[in-house]
C-alpha cells in the first residue's frame, strides 16, 4: 500500500544544530508540504513543493529550508535550530495536478516530535 | 489578516447524540472547504469536502454544511460513538492557498 513516512518520529536537539527532518512517499504525488503543529495554532505551512525541482516558501518559512531531488522525498533542514522551533511537524502530499484550484485532499505522514533545548 | 475560528478548544457529548462543530472564518474566499480527524499522535485524515457553491454534503453519519455568506461551515456528527473522539479540524483552500483551522476536541462519553 503507498504510504508516507517520516523519520526520525522523535528527535531532541541542542540550539543552533543543523537538524534535518525525512519525509518519504510511495504515492508518486507531485506535491509535497511541510506543516508544524503547535497548541492554539492549528497546522502551519513551512514549505512546499509541486514537484522535482520546485520550492516555495509558506507562512512560516524563516529558518527552515527543502529541497525537492525526486518525487517520492522532501527533507526539511532547520539551519540552526531554535527552542522556538520546538513543534510537532507534518508532511503531507496530495496528487492535484493544479494544486489548490480544485480538492488537493491531503494525505499526512505520523509527524515528528521535536524538541530543542 | 485571514482568521480562522473552530467553536472551542473542547467540545464534550453523550454517546447517541449530535456533534456539531464549528469552522468561522474572516478576510478569506475559500474555493472549498475540508474536514479532517487527527487521533493523539497521529497525523490527520481527510473527511470530507465541500466546495464554495454547494450548500450541504453527507457522508454515512457524517454531514457539513457551508455558508460562504456567514462565513461559517458546521460539522456534524449523528448517531455518535465513543470512537468518534478525535480533534476535528477544518481546512480552507483556493487561490493557491490552505489554511488549517487549531482543531476542536471531541469527546464523546459512553
Known amino acids: 500500500d503507498a504510504e508516507i513516512t517520516q523519520s526520525p518520529r522523535h528527535k531532541i536537539t541542542e540550539t543552533g544544530r543543523q537538524v534535518t527532518l525525512a519525509c518519504h512517499q510511495t504515492?508518486?504525488?507531485?506535491?509535497m508540504f511541510w506543516y508544524r503543529q503547535d497548541l492554539g495554532h492549528g497546522l502551519r505551512l513551512i514549505h512546499y513543493?509541486?514537484?522535482?525541482?520546485?520550492?516555495n516558501k509558506g507562512e512560516v518559512s524563516d529558518g527552515y529550508s527543502v529541497s525537492r531531488s525526486n518525487t517520492e522525498d522532501l527533507p526539511l533542514t532547520l539551519e540552526s535550530a531554535a527552542s522556538s522551533q520546538t513543534s510537532v511537524y507534518f508532511c503531507a502530499s496530495s496528487e492535484d495536478p493544479i494544486p489548490y484550484l480544485s480538492t488537493d485532499t491531503q494525505y499526512f505522514g505520523p509527524g515528528t516530535r521535536l524538541t530543542v533545548l | 489578516s485571514q482568521k480562522i475560528e473552530q467553536n472551542s478548544e473542547a467540545l464534550n457529548i453523550q454517546e447517541g447524540k449530535t456533534a456539531t462543530l464549528t469552522c468561522n472564518y474572516t478576510n478569506y474566499s475559500p474555493a472549498y472547504l475540508q474536514w479532517y480527524r487527527q487521533d493523539p499522535g497521529r497525523g490527520p485524515v481527510f473527511l470530507l469536502l465541500?466546495?464554495?457553491?454547494?450548500k450541504e454534503k453527507r457522508k454515512e453519519r457524517l454531514k457539513v454544511t457551508f455558508d460562504t455568506t456567514l462565513k461559517q461551515s458546521l460539522f456534524h456528527i449523528t448517531a455518535s460513538q465513543p470512537a468518534d473522539s478525535a480533534t476535528y479540524l477544518c481546512?480552507?483552500?483556493?487561490?493557491?492557498?490552505?489554511?488549517f483551522g487549531a482543531g476542536t476536541r471531541l469527546t464523546v462519553k459512553p
Open positions: 504515492w508518486n504525488h507531485n506535491n
Open positions: 513543493s509541486y514537484g522535482v525541482q520546485d520550492t
Open positions: 465541500i466546495r464554495e457553491n454547494e
Open positions: 481546512a480552507l483552500g483556493g487561490n493557491n492557498d490552505m489554511r
